[in-house]
């Protein structure tokens, strides 16, 4: 019987769902199916984002997979992971790619007027990804920028609100 009671008595300690973090609302906004085209280090590629909520709405994940359009062979996947950063309005977030684990990193940004800004620090360039949405479209920018300070548009993608599936790309 007492560990009956005890386990009641966690269960009404647990804070209320209202009380549980929600993802960002610039982040929640993407959520949905995404295809478009655009270009990586100058590759002409095709891009498909298919962005949902996990983890109780706490974070939204993002599975993106491009082609490159001259080489069907040439593909890319990656993984991310965005949630509150829970100061003054932050976003963290997490970005795992199909280069495997050493490429992975941890990043840091903010809500913008139309979407938010995050950047990934890796030993050679930061990486700062710019998430626009306008209605029904949505535009993705990646900029490297070097050690020295000196910024190289590395991706630029533009998307349409698309049907979710396997069967819709």
Known sequence: MTNSWGAALALLMLPAAQDAPKAPAAVAALGGCW???GAVM????T???TIYPIVEGAMFAIDAE???KGDPKDRYAAHLLFGDGG???AILGYWADSFGAAYASSGKGAATADGFAITYPYPDADFLNQWHRETGMLAWQITARDKAGKETLFAR????????GREAR
């Open 66 to 68: 491009s082609v490159a």
């Open 35 to 37: 295809r478009g085209e």
């Open 47 to 49: 891009l498909a984002l």
């Open 157 to 164: 993608y533009t998307l349409r609100a698309a049907p979710c």
């Open 42 to 45: 100058g590759k002409p590629v």
């Open 87 to 89: 100061e003054g309005g």
